[in-house]
Nanobody, 119 residues
């Protein structure tokens, strides 16, 4: 299974980026998908998650209102729209897929995409 993130880069404070995650898994549409981020020397932290059907989302409190998670199950893709970016949003952003089906459980991670927000 591959999760491939894209869309990271360098942006000025106040700008926007849209991250994408494309999955090769046939279980994408029954997976809870999420974005996490990590700064060197710190623990990986939750950014947002979205349920398999897309009907429910969850965000880190500090990011509500600026970030929007979405998914397109027909494309096996998940997105993170990031607006009003701040230097403290600088991190490597990781895509995650979690789920279970009968006796099978999975927890997949992408390789990450780097986001740098300049002051």
């Amino acid at each position: 299974v591959q999760l491939v993130e894209s869309g990271g880069g360098l942006v000025q404070a106040g700008g926007s980026l849209r991250l994408s995650c494309v999955s090769s898994a046939s279980t994408f549409d029954i997976s809870t998908m999420g974005w996490y981020r990590q700064v060197p020397g710190k623990e990986r932290e939750l950014v947002a998650t979205i349920t398999p059907g897309g009907g429910s989302t969850n965000y880190a409190d500090s990011l509500k209102g600026r970030f929007t998670i979405s998914r397109d199950n027909a494309k096996n893709a998940m997105y993170l729209q990031m607006n009003s970016l701040k230097p403290e949003d600088t991190a490597v952003y990781y895509c995650n897929a979690k789920g279970k089906l009968f006796a099978s459980r999975w927890d997949y991670w992408g390789q990450g995409t780097s986001v740098t927000v300049s002051p």
